[in-house]
């Protein structure tokens, strides 16, 4: 049992900090104040869907895993491929049962189909298409664990949808930050990410987040939330223009997590 709940957590080791908890942090920002239950039913709801992604993501890039991070559990061994494959497809059922249960079905079914789309039909192989389904996870993440915390079984107000929409819209704008780090094992895989394509303007792009971040300013209620994220913009896009090691890269998208998740807040606190 124990080592079979170390094999899950390792499938998801990497994206913690990316996407479970800043979205859980967003969630419970548009909640005053969040619930208890309602925070551990979101944390469960996040977490599974988090999981079939990963799972789903492993069993096609093995082979750059192998390369970049042997650790994980199919490149380790850990789990054959097809043990994996069967719980991928169980975890889009069990998903799908209890995101019914807590009446999140349309975020649910818009994630599967977002998963299914970039990793089995391929569309995190260029650019454009990666972008896009990243926008679409981010805002049925987002749709679901918002309508779980705020407990509106399944109809959020006006104010959260348009927040939920604007951060979708931020992150399929600059979310291009997470493959400066990946560009050896994309390369290797042949993909078209955009530090591929465009290593410079890629580069150059993350300006968006000061303009993002001017924006956000604007809207805030406090001076303090004005210079944070002005000054987060500033330094996590300079990071990504002077220093271009992979490294670097990395360390890079940690900041940019945190940015990110600083104007998830400002929005949904306003929400």
């Known amino acids: ?3 079979a709940l170390v094999t899950l957590f390792l499938f998801t080791q990497s994206d913690l900090k990316t996407t479970f908890f800043p979205m859980l ?3 419970t920002s548009s909640s005053h104040p969040p619930g208890v239950f309602s925070v551990a039913r979101a944390s469960i709801w996040v977490y599974l869907h988090l ?6 993501n492993q069993l ?8 970049n991070k042997p650790w994980r559990p199919i490149a380790a061994g850990r789990i054959s491929r097809s043990k994996a494959k069967f719980l991928r497809w169980a975890l889009a059922v069990a998903c799908l049962g209890l995101s019914y249960q807590f009446s999140v079905v349309r975020p649910s079914i818009l994630l599967t189909i977002g998963i299914l789309m970039s990793n089995e039909l391929g569309f995190d192989a260029h650019w454009f298409t990666k972008n896009v389904t990243n926008g679409l996870g981010y805002y049925s993440f987002q749709a679901g664990a918002c309508t779980i915390v705020s407990g509106t079984h399944g109809v959020l107000g006006d104010s959260t949808s348009e927040a939920i929409l604007r951060g979708a819209l931020i992150v399929l704008t ?10 050896p094992g994309d390369r290797m895989q042949g993909r078209k990410t955009l530090p591929i394509v465009a290593p410079t303007a890629s580069r150059i792009s993350m300006i968006l987040l000061l303009m993002w971040s001017m924006w956000l300013g604007a809207i805030s209620q406090t001076i303090v939330a004005r210079i944070f994220l002005i000054s987060a913009a500033i330094v996590v896009g300079g990071r990504f223009m002077l220093f271009r090691t992979v490294p670097a890269d990395r ?9 990110l998740s600083s104007a998830q807040f400002q929005l949904f606190h306003h929400a």
Do not use: P, R
């Open 1 to 3: 049992m124990k080592d």
């Open 60 to 67: 096609i890039g093995e082979a750059e895993d192998l390369l």
């Open 251 to 259: 360390t890079s998208y940690i900041l940019y997590n945190v940015w």
């Open 51 to 56: 999981l079939q992604f990963c799972v789903s």
């Open 174 to 183: 600059t979310i291009h930050a997470q493959d400066f780090q990946d560009v």
């Open 25 to 27: 942090f967003a969630a």
